[in-house]
């Protein structure tokens, strides 16, 4: 599977995949063009951003998975702004894409939770969008959402690495590890006044 998605005509489908993920975000946006195409160029912006951050690796995990500035806080922005349904497709856009730069894939049921299914939940931000203090929710159970899936990709897929310890321990700790990280930093800039303010007068202007 991996051998497969860093050769040609796996990078081929997966970039077929992530513009066809975009046009559904096109066609399931507003029913006003204007709100369509806005929704599209933000999803597109966020992807390449995401990728850009995704770069910037606080530390990187042996058996994959790394700590990155403020990659996931991207999509959810997205569902934020956009709805849940935008943020999901977005997030799976973003998986697929890091599985094919970065791709740690031992079967094809861990890369659908470690990638498409994990950064999809970044999307669910989107459902706590109109409520108080609503992206710094969202943002913790989308990430949430996200760990989970890597957790259970874990407990089933690299059982062999926990050694003697308790398998569902191990990824508990082993997951927690980055994804906590990045999510106490970008938690703390959500809490910023004027960049709270920022992202809510944005997702104003944009409805």
Same mark, same amino acid.
């Given at each position: 599977?991996?051998?497969?998605? $860093?050769?040609?005509?796996?990078?081929?489908?997966?970039?077929?995949?992530?513009?066809? #993920?975009?046009?559904?975000?096109?066609? $399931?946006?507003?029913?006003?063009?204007?709100?369509?195409?806005?929704? #599209?160029t933000?999803?597109?912006?966020?992807?390449?951003?995401?990728?850009?951050?995704?770069?910037?690796?606080?530390?990187?995990?042996?058996?994959?998975?790394?700590?990155?500035?403020?990659?996931m806080?991207?999509?959810?922005?997205?569902?934020?702004?956009?709805?849940?349904?935008?943020?999901?497709?977005?997030?799976?856009? =973003?998986?697929?894409?890091?599985?094919?730069?970065?791709?740690?894939?031992?079967?094809?049921?861990? =890369? #659908?939770?470690?990638?498409?299914?994990?950064?999809?939940?970044?999307?669910?931000?989107? =459902?706590?969008?109109?409520?108080?203090?609503?992206?710094?929710?969202?943002?913790?159970?989308?990430?949430?959402?996200?760990?989970?899936?890597?957790?259970?990709?874990?407990?089933?897929?690299?059982?062999?690495?926990?050694?003697?310890t308790?398998?569902?321990?191990?990824?508990?700790?082993?997951?927690?590890?980055?994804?906590?990280?990045?999510?106490?930093? $970008?938690?703390?800039?959500?809490?910023?006044?004027?960049?709270?303010?920022?992202?809510?007068?944005?997702?104003?202007?944009?409805?």
């Amino acid at each position: 599977m991996q051998d497969f998605l $860093t050769s040609t005509i796996g990078q081929i489908i997966v970039v077929v995949s992530i513009i066809i #993920l975009l046009i559904v975000i096109f066609k $399931t946006s507003k029913k006003d063009n204007k709100n369509n195409v806005k929704a #599209l160029t933000y999803s597109a912006i966020a992807i390449a951003i995401a990728f850009v951050l995704n770069a910037f690796i606080v530390f990187k995990m042996p058996q994959g998975g790394s700590a990155t500035l403020f990659s996931m806080l991207v999509i959810v922005l997205i569902a934020y702004w956009f709805g849940p349904k935008n943020g999901i497709l977005a997030g799976l856009a =973003f998986g697929m894409l890091n599985a094919m730069y970065q791709p740690f894939i031992v079967h094809p049921i861990q =890369f #659908l939770l470690d990638y498409p299914l994990a950064f999809g939940m970044l999307g669910v931000a989107g =459902f706590f969008r109109n409520q108080k203090h609503g992206l710094q929710w969202g943002y913790i159970v989308a990430v949430l959402g996200r760990y989970l899936c890597h957790v259970m990709s874990g407990i089933i897929f690299f059982s062999e690495y926990a050694g003697d310890t308790n398998v569902i321990l191990y990824s508990i700790i082993y997951n927690a590890s980055y994804i906590g990280i990045e999510a106490i930093i $970008t938690f703390a800039l959500l809490w910023v006044p004027g960049v709270r303010n920022a992202f809510s007068r944005i997702k104003t202007n944009l409805n």
